[in-house]
C-alpha cells in the first residue's frame, strides 16, 4: 500500500476552497463523499471544518444584545405615536 | 428610482413554526405590545447598525439609516402580509432606504458594485495562505497541510465571539464591500442565502464566492491572533 496521495483523493488545499459549498450543502454527493472520507483521516482539515461552524456561530453572536437606548427612545416614541393613529 | 421597498418579494419557505411566531408578533405589535417592540428591537438593532455602516460613509448617517427604517417599519407594519419573515423584511426595508439615502447624498456608495471582479477566480484571495501546504511535487503529501490549523483553546463560540470580538470586527472591516455585505446578511443577522441573493441581486454562485472568501479572510484573522497553526510533520 502506497502512502503517496492518489490521483482521486482530496488534498487539504483543494479542501479549504469547498469548505463553504460544503456547509452550504450546494455540493455533488460524490464530492461530498471525498471531503468526509479525506477529514476521516485529516485531523488538520476536520479541525479547520469544525473551526469554520465555530467561527460562524461567533459571527452570530456578535450582535447579542440590546440596541442603542437613545434610538430605542426616538423608536419607542414613534412606535406610541404609530399605533396611536 | 424605487421609493422604500415595502412591499414583500416571493413567499419564504421557511418552517411553519417562524411563520406563526412572526404572525404572533405582528399581531402583538399591531396591538401596541411596547415589550414586543422592544425585544424585535434589541434583536435587530445592532444589526441594522451595522449593516447600515456598509452604506454611510459617516456614523451619524447610518444612525439616520437605521432611525429611518424604523419608522418605515412602523408605518408598514399594518400593511405587512407576512409573505417573508419580518425580519427580512425589515432589513429589505433598510437597504432601500440607504439606496435612497445615498442617491440623494449623491455620493458613490460601495452597494454591489465591487462585482465581478471581486468575485471572479483570481488566485490572489485565497482562503489560507498558500505557503501553508506542501508543494504539488511533494514526494507524499503534495498539496497536504505543511502548517496546519492548531486547536483554539476557546471551549466555545459564544466565548469565541466575546474575546475575539474586536479581532473579528477589524477583519469584516476589512473585507472587500460587497464582501462584507454578504457576510453581515448571512451569518451576522442570519439571512439565508435565498434572501440575501433576492435583496443584494446576486446569483447563488456569487453569493457563494463572496461569502467563502468573507469567511476565510475573518477566520485567518482569528487564527492570526491566535497564533493557532502548528507543523504537521
Known amino acids: 500500500m502506497s502512502t503517496t496521495i492518489g490521483a482521486d483523493e482530496m488534498q487539504c488545499k483543494e479542501l479549504i476552497e469547498l469548505v463553504t459549498d460544503y456547509l452550504e450543502g450546494t455540493i455533488a454527493d460524490a464530492e461530498r463523499e471525498r471531503i468526509e472520507v479525506h477529514m476521516g483521516e485529516c485531523e488538520w482539515c476536520e479541525r479547520y471544518v469544525e473551526q469554520t461552524r465555530e467561527l460562524i456561530g461567533a459571527l452570530g453572536r456578535l450582535d447579542d444584545g440590546a440596541g442603542d437606548p437613545e434610538a430605542w427612545e426616538r423608536a419607542l416614541a414613534a412606535f406610541r405615536e404609530s399605533r396611536r393613529s | ?233
Open chain 2, 1 to 233: 428610482m424605487s421609493g422604500l421597498g415595502i412591499a414583500e418579494e416571493e413567499p419564504e419557505s421557511g418552517p411553519g413554526r417562524e411563520h406563526r411566531e412572526d404572525a404572533a408578533l405582528v399581531a402583538a405589535l399591531r396591538a401596541g405590545d411596547e415589550r414586543a417592540f422592544k425585544s424585535l428591537f434589541d434583536e435587530l438593532d445592532p444589526s441594522l447598525r451595522r449593516l447600515a455602516r456598509n452604506y454611510a460613509r459617516t456614523d451619524a448617517l447610518a444612525e439616520e439609516i437605521v432611525g429611518e427604517t424604523w419608522l418605515a417599519v412602523l408605518k408598514g407594519l399594518d400593511r405587512f402580509e407576512g409573505r417573508s419573515s419580518i425580519k427580512t423584511w425589515i432589513f429589505r426595508i433598510l437597504i432601500n432606504v440607504a439606496r435612497t439615502r445615498a442617491k440623494r447624498e449623491a455620493r458613490s456608495i460601495p452597494f454591489s458594485s465591487a462585482l465581478p471582479g471581486d468575485a471572479g477566480g483570481r488566485g490572489d484571495d485565497l482562503g489560507v495562505d498558500p505557503d501553508r501546504f506542501f508543494s504539488q511535487d511533494h514526494a507524499q503529501w503534495p498539496g497536504h497541510w505543511r502548517l496546519g490549523p492548531a486547536p483554539w483553546g476557546i471551549p466555545d463560540e459564544r466565548l469565541l465571539a466575546k474575546e475575539l470580538r474586536g479581532e473579528i470586527l477589524d477583519a469584516v472591516g476589512g473585507l472587500s464591500d460587497s464582501q462584507r455585505e454578504v457576510l453581515t446578511l448571512r451569518d451576522i443577522a442570519g439571512w439565508d442565502s435565498k434572501d440575501v441573493c433576492n435583496a443584494l441581486g446576486l446569483s447563488e454562485v456569487n453569493q457563494r464566492v463572496l461569502l467563502h472568501r468573507a469567511r476565510s479572510k475573518v477566520r485567518a484573522a482569528v487564527e492570526d491572533k491566535l497564533g493557532a497553526v502548528e507543523e504537521t510533520t
